[in-house]
């Protein structure tokens, strides 16, 4: 039987795990293409990334309640490590129908009680994800924003163990990261897939901006656990 520590930690795993599988899937929701509910599936897919925010907070629960009260300093190393690792494998399982129905299947709830009006339409919608440009501006901005939303997680937390007397300072310097990351999102990022919503003749450049912003995640996924691995 597992102690309630082991339990703790695989249960953070699962929780960052699925943030990052939330994260990445909510580019490609905003990515199919609708010619009735665009703007419900651009929200439906920000509702998604919301999501994975809860699954975020839920981990630095998880780390702070292991580390302050259980006295396990290395939970956060293994959490994060296993987590963004299992996020990877399980983010790039998602160019696979298979991949994006399960998805669909751990989303459902969010679309039967509160998109109704798409369900069926989210529900029968797979991507053949072949319009990306990784090595396009979008790419560089959303892996460069990417890194710096889970720096504004994982620093701060990861200082504030090393230097406990510093717990509060940190904890608002995180919130100063996020703040500008997030900004850069809704000012430069959303506002190019708004436009290529609203303009018929764009909607192949809408999904190539999804779909290269869904891969740059990947990205930044992998540039942060090689930046673990050599800093902590």
Known sequence: MFDFQTL???????????????????FLVKGYVSKENSRVIIAYGNSIQY????????TLLIITFSFEQLGN????????????????????F??????????????R???HFFYKSIENEILHSSKTINEFNIFSKYSLLSSTVNVLLLSAILI??????????????LTYLGQLFNFFSTAIVFLVLEPILFSAMDKTSLINRRETIAETIFFSKIISYIVVMLGLYFLI
């Open 8 to 26: 703790l930690i695989i249960f953070g795993i699962i929780t960052f795990s699925f943030g990052l599988m939330f994260d990445s899937y909510s």
């Open 51 to 58: 999501i994975s925010r809860i699954f975020f907070m839920l």
């Open 73 to 92: 300093t290395n939970a956060l190393k293994i959490i994060i490590s296993n987590g963004l690792l299992i996020g990877i494998l399980f983010s790039l």
């Open 94 to 107: 998602q160019i696979n129908k298979i991949g994006q129905v399960l998805m669909t299947f751990f989303s």
């Open 109 to 111: 709830p969010l679309s």
């Open 156 to 169: 701060p937390i990861s200082l504030a163990i090393i230097y406990p007397e510093h717990r509060m300072l």
